[in-house]
């Protein structure tokens, strides 16, 4: 299970960090991701990590502004988003990817196994 927390109403220019707790099974040893879902959109990806933290993919829209990290002693990943725009309005997801290289970090919905719930950000302009 995957819960996120962190999301909010901001204003445009502002800082969020959106968090990321894993239970129920061990996600050390996991690659995880976040992901992004405006209305009428599709999910897309945000950043990824992988599961030794050493890799990272960041989406252009976000790159310079968005940083994710992991704490693996405690399970949880991280987004530090900075320097916010309206345009990242949307539901945010956590996700976990099984069994892949330590050097490797997921990008496609299809290589995720488990999910969160979804935060809400709301950028205001």
């Known amino acids: 299970q995957l819960v996120e927390s962190g999301g909010g109403l901001v204003q445009a220019g502002g800082s969020l960090r959106l968090s990321c707790a894993g239970s129920?099974?061990?996600?050390?040893?996991?690659?995880m991701a976040w992901f992004r879902q405006a209305p009428g959109k599709e999910r897309s990806l945000v950043a990824a990590i992988s599961w030794r933290g050493g890799i990272t993919n960041i989406a252009e829209s976000v790159k310079g502004r968005f940083t994710i990290s992991r704490d693996n002693a405690n399970e949880t990943v991280s987004l530090q988003m900075n320097s916010l725009k309206p345009d990242d309005t949307a539901v945010y997801y956590c996700?976990?990817?099984?069994?892949?290289?330590?050097?490797?970090?997921?990008?496609?919905?299809?290589?995720?196994?488990?999910w969160g719930q979804g935060t809400q950000v709301i950028v205001s302009s």
């Open positions: 996700a976990a990817a099984v069994g892949y290289s330590a050097k490797y970090a997921p990008t496609s919905t299809r290589e995720f196994d488990y």
């Open positions: 129920g099974r061990d996600f050390r040893e996991v690659a």
